[in-house]
T-cell receptor
Framework: DGGITQSPKYLFRKEGQNVTLSCEQNLNHDAMYWYRQDPGQGLRLIYYSQIVNDFQKGDIAEGYSVSREKKESFPLTVTSAQKNPTAFYLC???????????FGPGTRLTVL | AQKVTQAQTEISVVEKEDVTLDCVYETRDTTYYLFWYKQPPSGELVFLIRRNSFDEQNEISGRYSWNFQKSTSSFNFTITASQVVDSAVYFCALSEADGGFKTIFGAGTRPFVKA
């Protein structure tokens, strides 16, 4: 089945540790996105990538880093510099020339 | 700058009643796209509809209908004969063609359907 996978669904980390969230898609989509969702709020864009080896900061990139070495993969690292990392993280992808984004199931990160 | 406002955080509705979720947007672009997504408790966003800025035709899909009015910058969503399964968070979103298809989301509205 084609789709977007994010693993794990729930992730716990101690404060001060870096953590990497996985996002993989087999839809052959060119663009990929990372969003953060906090309770009662909409989605805020962290980073996005329109082609391999290229990515741009979104609205809340501070404390996060990404890589796009392969078309199908767009991992997000939450660094210790992120002051409030506990949130729900959603990955999305989009085919070139289209405007609809397809979302993964999300990873709920809790920093203790 | 882009902005999407969903002023209603939660709406209480009795089962089988209709409920309208409001969405007001701001953009300076003439070419843009509007979306509605549904987020059930599982968390994954489910695409419901896309509308481009040149198509103001209203749309109906089953119990769902959408009213797009450029004159008021609104893209409202109505659920007819609401059901308990409709209890989810619904997001309105805006994407500008010149912005690398970055999408701005509203804060979401949750219709709380009571049996």
């Amino acid at each position: 089945d084609g789709g977007i996978t994010q693993s794990p669904k729930y992730l716990f980390r101690k404060e001060g540790q870096n953590v990497t969230l996985s996002c993989e898609q087999n839809l052959n989509h060119d663009a990929m996105y990372w969003y953060r969702q906090d309770p009662g709020q909409g989605l805020r864009l962290i980073y996005y990538s329109q082609i391999v080896n290229d990515f741009q900061k979104g609205d809340i990139a501070e404390g996060y880093s990404v890589s796009r070495e392969k078309k199908e993969s767009f991992p997000l690292t939450v660094t210790s510099a992120q002051k409030n990392p506990t949130a729900f993280y959603l990955c999305a992808s989009r085919p070139l020339g289209d405007d609809e984004q397809f979302f993964g199931p999300g990873t709920r990160l809790t920093v203790l | 700058a882009q902005k999407v406002t969903q002023a209603q955080t939660e709406i209480s509705v009795v089962e089988k009643e209709d409920v309208t979720l409001d969405c007001v947007y701001e953009t300076r672009d003439t070419t843009y796209y509007l979306f509605w997504y549904k987020q059930p408790p599982s968390g994954e966003l489910v695409f419901l509809i896309r509308r481009n800025s040149f198509d103001e035709q209203n749309e109906i899909s089953g119990r769902y209908s959408w009213n797009f009015q450029k004159s008021t910058s609104s893209f409202n969503f109505t659920i007819t004969a609401s059901q308990v399964v409709d209890s989810a968070v619904y997001f309105c979103a805006l994407s500008e063609a010149d912005g690398g298809f970055k999408t701005i989301f509203g804060a979401g509205t949750r219709p709380f359907v009571k049996a």
